[in-house]
């Protein structure tokens, strides 16, 4: 089992940048490919960027490709999603998952989650 702790959500107007972080704790972190999932009000969680447990593999959404880039830094325990051209629909809580399985796009393959985090984008 590994604990997450998301951090870096805000508001921001359309057009901006927000950097989200997911710092790990608990079992080896490079046993682990990471995920951002998020939220809106009144919808269901979707996806929406993975990377594999070595970094070198990543995948996203089709509405943040291009804008959202997902990394890891295996020596911190930290995977970050960087957010850029935000747009008012990207407005959601944002949450951090991990799997011992390869990396995903299905919700139900994570097994731990953190708190989330809330990124607001103003129109």
């Known amino acids: 089992q590994v604990q997450l702790v998301e951090s870096g959500g805000g508001l921001v107007q359309a057009g901006g940048s927000l950097r989200l972080s997911c710092a790990a704790s608990?079992?080896?972190?490079?046993?682990?490919?990471m995920a951002w999932f998020r939220q809106a009000p009144g919808k269901k969680r979707e996806f929406v960027a993975a990377i594999s447990r070595s970094g070198s593999n990543t995948y996203y959404t089709e509405s943040v490709k291009g804008r959202f880039t997902i990394s890891s830094d295996n020596a911190k325990s930290t995977v970050f999603l960087q957010m850029n051209t935000l747009k008012p629909e990207d407005t959601a809580d944002y949450y951090c998952?991990?799997?011992?399985?390869?990396?995903?796009?299905?919700?139900?393959?994570?097994?731990?989650w953190g708190q989330g985090t809330q990124v607001t984008v103003s129109s």
């Open positions: 608990g079992r080896n972190f490079s046993n682990y490919a």
């Open positions: 998952a991990a799997t011992r399985l390869p990396a995903t796009r299905l919700e139900k393959n994570y097994d731990d």
